[in-house]
């Protein structure tokens, strides 16, 4: 049986995060995975978070199986952070699942449960993973553009050229915040835009939020996917807790929905939960606990908001002390995109040919399609990357 397997493509992000390892070079720099690092070179773990699992320790009584939806309390809290106090809690439906990804993979089995012949689409670029699930799983894909290449901000006027094709029942895969690769994110009148688009069109947004708090703030993030919510019957949000928590290992994610009606609510819950059965059973609950003892304790949450906060500040200004750097180089403001992004990321706009060059003569590792994780960069290598960006010719 096992011989008749077929050799699957290597991750190109993993693959280069190995090829980073085993170069020798002591100058190499690392702006691959997508991992926040602090100036160290560390994914720290964050103080709250220390706290919490402390807590867990003295108090925790039981190891047993929590619901198939996990814990309410961790959905309940990744509502009020996503959605605010507002949203209709008649109309929503929750499951915990293993990260963002996990969260993912559960959205379009739910979706080809649902709406077998629904076509998702996908902005191009976006995060590589999503597509490969999808392919796997045989869900019908539609693309539409996003990034400008010239500009290296959001192609509004070709995105939503590109939805006209969208039908009624179809998904729109949206980034919440932070749009990985690129950096470039929706305002909050184009928001408002794509919300009517959709309405008018009678498709459904689904969001994948994963950075939020490491762009404009923790409220400021999730304006976009609240405004969505306020204007559409339904609707899908991927959560992730691996960034803004620091929970990487922990596998910390959530599924919501909201129904048309409350009605269809305890429908939708129930699919929800018999399709984590099928999949994983029982969510994880030690990461998805720690977030729900921080966001329902108020001392807890201001630390942790303000060392994420931190964090945030920290990638503006390596954004900002990167765009000065190329600036002097070039004589030019031509890269003054990268302090105007948000999230970890930024698309460079660089060859293939040119990323390769910066890797084989500067020891630079980013992605072959030019994202480069801002976060792991420091005071010391910034002027490296931009001496290399600006011998490549980019």
């Known amino acids: 049986m096992l011989s008749n397997l077929k050799a699957q493509p290597v991750d190109k992000i993993l693959g280069l995060a190995a090829a980073y390892r085993a170069d020798p070079r002591d100058t190499k720099v690392d702006l691959g995975v997508g991992v926040?690092?602090?100036?160290?070179?560390?994914?720290?773990?964050?103080?709250?978070?220390?706290?919490?699992e402390?807590?867990?320790?003295?108090?925790?009584?039981?190891?047993?199986?929590?619901?198939?939806?996990?814990?309410?309390?961790?959905?309940?809290?990744?509502?009020g952070l996503i959605l605010g106090t507002d949203y209709p809690r008649e109309r929503f439906a929750a499951v915990a699942t293993p990260g963002g990804t996990g969260a993912i993979r559960q959205a379009l089995e739910l979706i080809q449960m649902a709406s077998p012949g629904a076509t998702v689409w996908l902005?191009?670029?976006?995060?590589?993973?999503?597509?490969?699930?999808?392919?796997?799983?045989g869900v019908p894909m539609g693309e539409y553009r996003y990034f400008d290449n010239a500009t290296r901000a959001v192609d509004f006027a070709g995105m939503m050229a590109d939805l006209e094709g969208v039908k009624a029942g179809d998904l729109v895969l949206l980034h919440g915040c932070c749009h990985n690769p690129t950096g470039a994110n929706l305002n909050l009148t184009q928001w408002g835009e794509v919300a009517d688009f959709l309405n008018a069109r009678g498709a459904i947004p689904f969001i994948d939020i994963a950075y939020q708090g490491f762009g404009d703030g923790l409220e400021q993030d999730a304006a976009g996917v609240r405004l969505i919510a306020s204007k559409v019957p339904e609707m899908l949000i991927a959560a992730s807790c691996s960034k803004n928590f620091g929970i990487y290992r922990e596998r910390t994610g959530v599924l919501m929905a909201l129904s048309p009606s409350s009605a269809e609510q305890s429908l939708t819950q129930t699919n929800l939960q018999f399709l984590n059965r099928q999949n994983f059973s029982f969510p994880p609950d030690h990461g998805a606990r720690l977030v729900s003892i921080i966001l329902n304790d108020d001392a807890l949450k201001a630390d942790w908001m303000q060392e994420l906060e931190d964090v945030r500040l920290g990638m503006l200004d390596l954004r900002q002390q990167l765009a000065d750097a190329l600036r002097e180089r070039s004589g030019s403001?031509?890269?003054?995109?990268?302090?105007?992004?948000?999230?970890?990321?930024?698309?460079?706009?660089?060859?293939?040919?040119?990323?390769?060059?910066?890797?084989?003569?500067?020891?630079?590792?980013m992605v072959g399609d030019s994202r480069l994780n801002i976060a792991g960069l420091n005071a010391q290598t910034v002027p490296i990357l931009a001496d290399a960006i600006i011998a490549a010719g980019v």
Do not use: C
Request: hydrophobic share 40%; glycine share 6%.
């Open 123 to 137: 902005s191009n670029p976006t995060w590589p993973n999503h597509p490969s699930i999808m392919k796997y799983l």
């Open 54 to 79: 402390q807590r867990i320790v003295d108090e925790e009584q039981t190891k047993a199986y929590t619901g198939l939806a996990g814990d309410p309390a961790f959905s309940e809290a990744m509502a």
């Open 36 to 52: 926040y690092k602090n100036a160290q070179g560390l994914t720290p773990v964050m103080r709250a978070i220390k706290v919490a």
């Open 333 to 365: 403001d031509r890269f003054g995109f990268i302090a105007e992004h948000r999230g970890m990321f930024s698309r460079l706009g660089a060859s293939p040919e040119q990323v390769e060059a910066m890797r084989e003569h500067n020891a630079i590792y």
